[in-house]
């Protein structure tokens, strides 16, 4: 499973607003420079955010982009559905018609048939967990180094 590159600097840019959590709205062009990413292409993303209620932007000369919640209530699953929509292992595993709900098969007329299901479902399921299991909050405290220790009363 590859995610696009919506996801990887959707993160990065989620990661930058949680960064900036206390500090108040940050243009898309100071991330964009910050990080080497392409503004259109950032201001497609964050609108995509933006619909999912993970960011929420403010108009004006101090304006900007802030996150719509804590970094510690955002789960890296909700960010990497919305940017990517379904996240499956095979393009057929998702059966995006309205209501289906099933899993699509290229050699069978009936997904429920195909001997390779379970294994796509718990590739699927151990992924979503994954991305459950981790919040924003975790990835801006990982990337960020910490703070040297003075060594009192030693010879160094």
């Known amino acids: 499973m590859i995610f696009t590159t919506k996801a ?6 989620l990661i ?5 959590e206390d500090s108040g709205p940050v243009s898309l062009k100071a991330i964009a420079a910050g990080e080497g990413l392409p503004l259109a292409y950032l201001e497609r993303i964050v609108a995509l955010l933006k619909k999912a209620g993970l960011v929420e932007a403010t108009r004006g000369a101090h304006g900007g982009y802030r996150l719509a919640k804590p970094a510690a ?3 890296m699953d909700e960010a990497v559905t ?5 996240v499956a292992p095979m393009s057929c595993f998702v059966d995006d018609r309205p209501g289906s709900g099933k899993v699509l098969c290229s050699h069978h007329d009936d997904g429920e048939l195909c001997a390779t299901k379970l294994l796509w479902m718990r590739v699927q399921g151990g992924v979503m967990d994954a991305l459950h299991r981790t919040t924003l909050a975790e990835l801006v ?3 960020t180094p910490e703070p040297q220790l003075l060594k009192i009363g030693t010879d160094a």
């Open 141 to 143: 405290s990982f990337g």
């Open 16 to 20: 930058e607003l949680g960064r900036s």
């Open 8 to 13: 990887e600097y959707g993160v990065r840019l």
């Open 82 to 86: 919305a940017l990517e929509g379904a």
């Open 73 to 75: 209530e955002i789960r």
